[in-house]
Structure formats: structure tokens, C-alpha cells
């Protein structure tokens, strides 16, 4: 709990909270005639609600075609009530004291997110985020470096901003983050450049992070696996690993990163084994399953016997009856 609610009362987000705030963003003729004639809502684009002692976000659900809201200076301590803000491309909540990232599923438009100098211990509950550009986290309780693997999900982020996390301390942060988020442009206000790019594919194969470049040569190879499972006559060899390893761009890149030679000297004899398995355990399925059918057919035609002998009893009945 913010030391502040010692001396100044925490608000919410009121209607008249936000009538004040838009009055003061627009001082020009255009904000005054709204101010005399009411302001819709719904025609606010932009809305900047910083240094109001906001306790908790409300009341927001008229703004829907907002794209630009500022929340930072605040002590907001959650992140809720922004479902409607469907069409927001710019979200400020910096500088409050916000513990977990949650409450933005619906803003599948936002590029620009900033959560700087709050109280986040862990990067999660972003996927529906799949535009995200820039991201500002910096200054929160981040520890683990695993959390840069998060964000590997988002695509078109170029600007990523985590300094003053207690992650930065280890040695290995910038290259281990360069390495894995390739497309970033920006890291920590700093041009990615080409240097930086060679350092973090040497440190990654190096130190101890070899078992991560380790872990997604597995990742890749089982996911291959699952994909081509379908096509058990391409399991009983190499074949499959050979074809899809030979055609996949991404294996080019993995295979550009120094000491990965080593790995994928071993890594087709283990693939080929795990192919090899599953032929042999499909090849015991297909053999369960055709006794299965096997049986359900001789079962079929015991049950289609029987009931035609009992048809011609009951015909052969009736032909006596009709004779009598």
C-alpha cells in the first residue's frame, strides 16, 4: 500500500473526474465550446487521467473509441475496467503500484505499453497483445530471465525497455535477450546493432544458458515430430528429420549459432529413435485395431445369423398358420 494515502485521499475514476481532465486537455475555442455545450464521450479519441491519486480505474466503459489513455502517476494497484477500450492503441500505467499484468485480453489493437516503475514480479497474461510494438517494464521485480522467453510470442515487437530490474544484474541479460527477441531494434533505449547481435549468439552457446539453445533444438525437433506423425511411413528412418530440418528456415538460423555443430551431430540419432518408436507403437495400434475391427465384424455377422434364422421361424410360422 502506497505511503500516499497518508496524506491525500485516493480517488476512483469518476464521471466528473473525467469531464475535469478532458476540460483541461483542450483549452483551445474547440474545448471551450464543449465545455459550454457537454462533451459526447464516445468522440474522445485521447484521454489523460496522470497525477490524480487514482486508486482504482472505473468508468471508463463510454470512451469506446479511445486510443491514447494516460494512467501513470497514480496508485493504482490493478489493472480492471478497460474491456471496452477496444480500439486503444497507446496504454500508459506507469509509476503506480501495479503487482500483476492482468485485465488486457480485449485490447487486441495496443502497440504501445508502458507498466515502468510498478511492482510486477513476472511477464504473463499478454497473448492477446499480438500487435505490440513497445513495451516498458522497467523498473519492476522481474528476477528471471526466463520472462524474455514470454515474449518471444509477439512478433512485431521492435522497443523493449526492462532496466532497473533485478534480471539486468545478471551478466548475461543483453545478449541472452538480444539472442532470443532477434527482431528487437531498440533494448533498453539502445540500438540493437550487429555486435550486439554476434555477442548474444556466442554468450548463448558459451554459458550456462547452452541448455535453452538445448531446449529449442527438442522443442523443435518434437514439434516436427508431432506435425509428420500422421505419416507413419516416413517414421521408420531419417527421412522425416533430413526432409523437414533441410526445408526449414529456422533450422538454418539455429544451425548459424556457434557450437550448435555438437548438437545436431547428436540430436538426428536421437530424433530417428524417438521416429522409430512411434512406428513401432503405431504399428502395434493399427495391429489392436485391426483384431478390433476383425472382431466387431465377426460379431456383426454372428448377430446378422442369428436374426435371420430367427426371421425364417417367425416366417415359417406365420406361411403354417395362414395354411391351417
Not at 558459451?206 to 500422421?230: M, V
Request: proline content about 2%.
Amino acid at each position: 500500500m502506497s505511503q500516499v494515502y497518508n496524506t491525500i485521499e485516493p480517488n476512483v475514476i469518476s464521471e466528473e473526474t473525467v469531464r475535469k481532465a478532458l476540460e483541461e486537455q483542450s483549452q483551445d475555442e474547440a474545448g471551450q465550446l464543449a465545455k459550454r455545450e457537454g462533451i459526447d464521450f464516445k468522440d474522445v479519441t485521447e484521454l489523460q487521467l496522470s497525477f490524480r491519486n487514482i486508486l482504482q480505474i472505473d468508468n471508463l466503459w463510454q470512451f469506446e473509441n479511445l486510443t491514447k489513455l494516460q494512467l501513470d502517476n497514480n496508485i493504482i494497484e490493478k489493472i480492471e475496467a478497460l474491456e471496452s477500450l477496444v480500439h486503444l492503441l497507446w496504454l500508459d500505467l506507469s509509476f503506480n503500484n501495479i503487482e500483476v499484468i492482468e485485465g488486457l485480453d480485449t485490447l487486441v489493437k495496443l502497440q504501445d505499453l508502458s507498466l515502468y516503475n510498478n511492482r510486477i514480479s513476472k511477464i504473463e497474461n499478454m497473448d492477446a497483445l499480438q500487435d505490440l510494438q513497445i513495451f516498458s517494464i522497467g523498473k519492476n521485480k522481474l528476477d528471471n530471465l526466463e520472462d524474455v522467453i514470454y515474449l518471444r510470442r509477439f512478433k512485431n515487437l521492435r522497443t523493449l525497455n526492462l532496466l532497473g530490474n533485478p534480471l539486468c544484474d545478471d551478466e548475461q541479460y543483453a545478449p541472452f535477450t538480444v539472442a532470443h527477441l532477434p527482431e528487437l531494434v531498440y533494448l533498453d533505449f539502445k540500438l540493437v546493432n550487429d555486435t550486439m547481435v554476434s555477442n548474444s549468439a556466442f554468450s548463448s552457446c558459451k554459458t550456462g544458458y547452452w541448455h535453452l539453445t538445448e531446449h529449442l533444438l527438442c522443442w523443435y525437433a518434437g514439434n516436427i515430430l508431432a506435425f509428420e506423425s500422421a505419416f507413419v511411413e516416413y517414421l521408420n528412418g531419417s527421412f522425416l528429420f533430413e526432409s523437414m530440418y533441410e526445408e526449414d528456415a529456422e533450422a538454418a538460423k539455429l544451425a548459424s549459432i556457434p557450437g550448435v555443430d555438437d548438437l545436431l551431430q547428436e540430436y538426428p540419432s536421437w530424433f530417428v529413435s524417438v521416429c522409430e518408436n512411434l512406428f513401432s507403437y503405431g504399428l502395434e495400434q493399427h495391429e489392436k485395431r485391426e483384431a478390433e475391427v476383425a472382431d466387431f465384424y465377426e460379431s456383426l455377422q454372428e448377430a446378422l445369423t442369428a436374426n435371420q434364422e430367427q426371421g425364417r421361424k417367425i416366417i415359417l410360422e406365420f406361411e403354417n398358420r395362414n395354411q391351417r
